[in-house]
Each structure stands twice: as C-alpha cells, then as structure tokens.
C-alpha cells in the first residue's frame, strides 16, 4: 500500500469518527492498511441505488445499512451478488444499524474506495421521474450521521425523506415495521432497486400527507447542488478525497467505466 493512500485511509478514519462513528483502537493516524479498520460480515439482502441509477450501498440480511459513494458503483455491480456473504472493511455508528464502508468483499473481489475519479461530479439533470409506490415497511434507512431518512420497503424499494420530516410525530406514525405504506415522489427504478425522494406519504394514495422539503444553502429548490439522495441517504462523510456522496440527480448520466473508478482487486 502506497504512503498516499495509508494517509488517505487515516483522514477517511478520523472524519469518519468526528461524524459519529464508533472508533477502533487500531485505526489511528499510523494506520497501515485497511485491514486496520473493523471488518463486519453478512449476507446481501439489497443494494440501494441513487435517483441517477447507480448504486451507493447495500442491505444486509440482519438490516444493517451499509453506505458506499456511488462512484464505487461499477465495481459494486461487477464484484457483489445478492444473497453473498460478504466482509466489509468501515465504520459502524455506535447507536444504529448503519456502516461506512471502505471496502467490501465477495469471494475473491475485492472493491476498495481509493477516491474518485477524475472529473466525477455532477453531470446534466435530466428531468425527474414521478413515481407512486405502495407496501409494507421492512425497516429505517439512515443518513451519514446515523439519522433516520427513510424507510425501506420490503420489496426493497428505498423511500427516503428529509430526517427533520421523520422525526415530526405525525410523520413517525406512519413508518413503524410491518406497516402498508403509500408515497409519491420522484426517483429512479432499474435492475439493481428503486429509490424515491418522497413528497407525499399517507397510509394509503387517498390520505397523504405533503413532506416539507429542506432548502439547501446558496441554491434554492428541493434539488440542491448536490441532488435529493445527496444529505438524505448515502451523503459524504467526508469532503476529501475518499468519500464522497451521490453527485447529479435524477436522468443524470451512467456512473463512469469500471477504470475510472474504486479498484477491484481479484
């Protein structure tokens, strides 16, 4: 392993712990490898996508959610099957069930964030997608701090939703497990999942309640610089170069070729 990538593997770490994540006493600024951050081990239950398609984690069977940025996402596609048991190498907020992941393996591949590529950023926005889903809920989905933004439906469609909207009484109401769940929204549906940036959410199409969308700094409309999934889901942990969120929005164009993106290592 390079000096360049030991160093960003030690900034990963600690922007990682300064968000909330739990530390580990061999993950310090003498880190040497990946091997020093905490693996975890389960099965792919899910992978969940970006409203531009592309996919920035996975479920795992136990429920954890397991965040990755969405330039890993060639690689991800190639390397992980669902219904694998798979290690990941990352961090794991203290209180909730969700992982920052750094690498992740599946038999012999081996995907490692190494930082996006160049010139990956925002592409042209296409316009969204409306999209009306219904069904029961499976579990949460949470942010890149361990806040809940959103549920999981059980036919793993991804509703996410800004986490100040969830934790209002009227909206948290309708989201416990095991409960039939109407939403219209906009996002994306392909053969890796379906994810929707809820607008309107009711226990069924004929009562829903409008979500208050959050207006991002220095740009107005719900969209923001970043996209909808940008702070909700899968969003930075960090601004340097290992782990950036989602970028672009829905219609935006397909993730870049496997060489341009994390390495797959066989």
């Known amino acids: 392993m390079t000096r360049m990538k030991t160093l960003l593997l030690a900034s990963a770490a600690a922007a990682l712990l300064g968000t909330g994540f739990a530390n580990a006493a061999s993950t310090t600024a003498t880190t040497t490898g990946i091997d020093a951050l905490p693996s975890y081990t389960g099965t792919v239950k899910h992978f969940t996508i970006t409203p531009r398609g592309t996919i920035d984690g996975v479920i795992l069977s136990n429920g954890t959610d397991v965040m990755f940025p969405p330039y890993m996402s060639t690689q991800i596609a190639y390397a992980v099957k669902l219904g694998d048991s798979v290690t990941i190498h990352g961090l794991k907020a203290a209180n909730e069930p969700v992982i920052q992941g750094v690498s992740i393996t599946d038999g012999s591949h081996t995907v490692t964030d190494n930082g996006p590529p160049p010139g990956f950023g925002p592409g042209r926005h296409g316009a969204p997608t409306r999209m009306m889903v219904q069904g029961k809920i499976a579990q949460y989905l949470y942010g890149p701090h361990g806040e809940k933004n959103g549920v999981l439906l059980d ?21 416990k497990t095991g409960d039939t769940i109407a939403a219209v929204g906009v996002g994306t549906t392909n053969s890796l999942g379906s994810v929707v940036m809820v607008q309107q959410i009711g226990s069924n199409f004929k009562d829903l309640t409008r979500i208050a969308m959050p207006r991002p700094p220095h740009r107005p409309g719900p969209m923001g610089p970043h996209g909808w999934h940008h702070g909700w889901h899968h969003g930075p942990m960090m601004h340097g170069p290992m782990m950036h969120g989602p970028m672009g929005g829905p219609g935006a164009p397909p993730p870049p070729p496997a060489n341009d993106s994390g390495s797959t290592s066989k």
């Open 155 to 175: 036919d793993g469609t991804a509703l996410h939703m800004p986490p100040p909207a969830i934790a209002k009484s009227s909206i948290a109401s309708m989201l």
